[in-house]
């Protein structure tokens, strides 16, 4: 057996092993419904009572001393400050090196976003691999994260596709998501709230040592949502939080996270992709710089001068430099798909001009674009119109084209 | 939400026979499993799964804790299948066994699946009954903690407990 294997993986795996069908049910309810297999009523608690009638005396006696201790119980909840404070959460927080979360959209229960994050001693991020559900993953469909080195490459499992992508923005996005579900943060804005009056915190702490600290957070001044954070009383790290929101004058469960297995070392491998397809394209930026410097042109002279760099190399055959016009794209990619246009004469009848992009998530532009394309004497005109072009990540004053042709 | 096994528990008593079939429905794995785990075959471990679910019917009015109904069945489950056990096995036809698919073809689990699955049963109660829902039932976390009266809080715990523990046990040679 791979000791490092996830147990949670081999735990899905067994129980799929594991059969299972209507006909077990239906099996079951038909020999309870044709034999005389009757639930039993339920015994009646003549005995009990007699028992309690003979020893009335020694009875209430119990009660008084049973009932003294619960009041005086309930008397220290009341008057002493709870032991616990957030303060002590964070200091033990400074000690995870290793931990794995989910959070979990009640619309979309059955696929949580998942994360495993692995810190330095100064708690600074190591390594994080992050899955993303198509829910989760805007139009780009279901993601696959890895975060290492300020540097993140993303699965786009939907494109079959790769892409490395340097430090900011992406990366530096991908590390805010995590940030921000890594525990000592969590509780560190919770307390920051609170200082500043933004939230009001109850903390309520179970004499039960194996119940958890429960601790409220109410959204000041309009109490428009609350966090209810889970405190392992002997640990004194979170297990997991719930946020709800206001709806109709009740609150309703908005989302939830769990944080799971503390310092348990992470397999390596879950910071690497496996079961990648021969065939993906991969895309590094981390080690090409891609798109047009923009210089002194406007942001729509740039767009339009991508569009048409693009196709001028296409029209050369400079796979090369089509690719960096267009996201880095592998040339043989590039030369796989276009190359089929080797006998025909092409030409660039127009670009432009500039139009707003539908999505403007994506922060960039459509640039209209007119082929025409002549073999054997036939003449085609063919007009692109949903050529997405803007800056590139991370890449200040440079543009290319993004998206599909 | 799911319903609580002590609300469909008192429902049954009430009279109720659906609500024994969904507690039927939700634990039909996690006793299969516990019967594979001692007879080590999925055809015998199926008899014994049924035996316990009649039984765990018919000896319903007797639960105390209705809130311990998985816990309760699980027991029952082990009783049956040693029962099973203790008898002579009649032989499984060779034509029923090449129609199985692959993974069942010899009808029992293969060597990693049987270690994990000793272990899962070695836990404690209460943790085998959160990752049998968990992971055997497909229950969510707050699904499980729904369905056994718990906190997420604890149910989360519980889980997180029985992770280490059997991230232990597997490390170990077999």
């Known amino acids: 057996?791979?000791?490092?294997?996830?147990?949670?993986?081999?735990?899905?795996?067994?129980?799929?092993?594991?059969?299972?069908?209507?006909?077990?049910?239906?099996?079951?309810?038909?020999?309870?419904?044709?034999?005389?297999?009757?639930?039993?009523?339920?015994?009646?608690?003549?005995?009990?009572?007699?028992?309690?009638?003979?020893?009335?005396?020694?009875?209430?006696?119990?009660?008084?001393?049973?009932?003294?201790?619960?009041?005086?119980?309930?008397?220290?909840?009341?008057?002493?400050?709870?032991?616990?404070?957030?303060?002590?959460?964070?200091?033990?927080?400074?000690?995870?090196?290793?931990?794995?979360?989910?959070?979990?959209?009640?619309?979309?229960?059955?696929?949580?976003?998942?994360?495993?994050?692995?810190?330095?001693?100064?708690?600074?991020?190591?390594?994080?691999?992050?899955?993303?559900?198509?829910?989760?993953?805007?139009?780009?469909?279901?993601?696959?994260?890895?975060?290492?080195?300020?540097?993140?490459?993303?699965?786009?499992?939907?494109?079959?596709?790769?892409?490395?992508?340097?430090?900011?923005?992406?990366?530096?996005?991908?590390?805010?998501?995590?940030?921000?579900?890594?525990?000592?943060?969590?509780?560190?804005?919770?307390?920051?709230?609170?200082?500043?009056?933004?939230?009001?915190?109850?903390?309520?702490?179970?004499?039960?040592?194996?119940?958890?600290?429960?601790?409220?957070?109410?959204?000041?001044?309009?109490?428009?949502?609350?966090?209810?954070?889970?405190?392992?009383?002997?640990?004194?790290?979170?297990?997991?939080?719930?946020?709800?929101?206001?709806?109709?004058?009740?609150?309703?469960?908005?989302?939830?996270?769990?944080?799971?297995?503390?310092?348990?070392?992470?397999?390596?491998?879950?910071?690497?992709?496996?079961?990648?397809?021969?065939?993906?394209?991969?895309?590094?930026?981390?080690?090409?710089?891609?798109g047009l410097i923009q210089g002194t042109m406007t942001n729509n002279e740039v767009a339009i001068e991508v569009v048409r760099r693009f196709w001028q190399a296409i029209i050369d055959k400079d796979y090369a430099k089509a690719s960096q016009m267009y996201e880095g794209i592998p040339a043989a990619k590039l030369e796989q798909g276009f190359g089929k246009l080797e006998n025909y004469k092409i030409e660039i009848v127009s670009v432009g001009p500039v139009q707003p992009h539908p999505n403007p998530k994506t922060r960039g532009v459509i640039v209209p674009c007119t082929i025409k394309m002549e073999v054997n004497g036939e003449i085609v005109e063919q007009t692109f119109d949903r050529i997405g072009v803007r800056q590139v990540y991370n890449q200040p004053g440079r543009w290319t084209i993004f998206g599909g042709l | 939400m799911a319903v609580s096994d002590a609300v469909l528990v008192k429902e049954v008593l009430d009279g109720a026979k659906d609500a024994y079939a969904e507690l039927v429905r939700r634990y039909e794995r996690p006793a299969r499993a516990a019967a594979i785990h001692i007879l080590g075959n999925y055809h015998f471990a199926e008899d014994a799964a049924q035996d316990a679910f009649v039984k765990a019917y018919q000896q319903l009015a007797g639960l105390r804790k209705p809130a311990m109904f998985g816990c309760w069945l699980m027991k029952i489950t082990r009783r049956c299948a040693l029962d099973i056990a203790g008898k002579k096995r009649p032989d499984v036809p060779l034509d029923s066994v090449a129609e199985m698919p692959d993974h069942r073809r010899n009808g029992r689990l293969d060597e990693e699946k049987q270690h994990l699955l000793r272990e899962v049963m070695r836990l404690a109660d209460s943790e085998r009954q959160v990752v049998l829902l968990r992971y055997f039932g497909g229950h969510t976390v707050s699904q499980v903690a729904d369905i056994t009266g718990r906190s997420v809080g604890t149910v989360t715990k519980q889980l997180s407990r029985a992770h280490q523990h059997l991230r232990n046990q597997i490390k170990e040679p077999l």
């Open chain 1, 1 to 290: 057996m791979n000791p490092e294997k996830n147990i949670e993986t081999q735990l899905e795996q067994l129980a799929q092993a594991i059969p299972s069908g209507s006909s077990f049910v239906d099996g079951i309810m038909s020999r309870l419904e044709t034999s005389s297999d009757n639930v039993q009523q339920k015994p009646k608690p003549t005995f009990v009572r007699r028992l309690v009638m003979k020893n009335t005396f020694k009875f209430a006696a119990a009660a008084i001393v049973l009932i003294a201790a619960l009041l005086s119980l309930t008397l220290l909840d009341k008057t002493v400050a709870p032991a616990y404070a957030l303060e002590q959460t964070i200091q033990a927080c400074h000690s995870v090196r290793f931990i794995h979360l989910r959070q979990i959209n009640p619309q979309h229960k059955e696929e949580p976003i998942l994360i495993w994050a692995e810190f330095f001693e100064n708690g600074q991020p190591k390594q994080i691999r992050m899955n993303l559900p198509e829910w989760a993953g805007s139009e780009d469909g279901a993601k696959e994260i890895v975060w290492e080195n300020n540097a993140a490459t993303v699965w786009f499992k939907k494109k079959q596709g790769f892409v490395r992508v340097p430090e900011k923005r992406m990366a530096d996005e991908i590390l805010k998501i995590v940030q921000e579900q890594d525990p000592k943060t969590y509780v560190k804005n919770l307390l920051d709230a609170q200082k500043n009056g933004k939230v009001e915190i109850q903390i309520e702490q179970p004499t039960d040592k194996a119940e958890p600290i429960r601790v409220t957070a109410i959204h000041l001044p309009d109490r428009a949502s609350k966090l209810v954070l889970y405190i392992d009383q002997s640990t004194q790290l979170p297990l997991n939080g719930e946020t709800y929101t206001l709806k109709d004058g009740d609150y309703v469960l908005a989302n939830i996270g769990e944080f799971y297995d503390y310092n348990q070392p992470i397999d390596p491998a879950m910071f690497a992709f496996d079961n990648v397809p021969e065939d993906i394209m991969l895309v590094d930026q981390t080690k090409n710089q891609i």
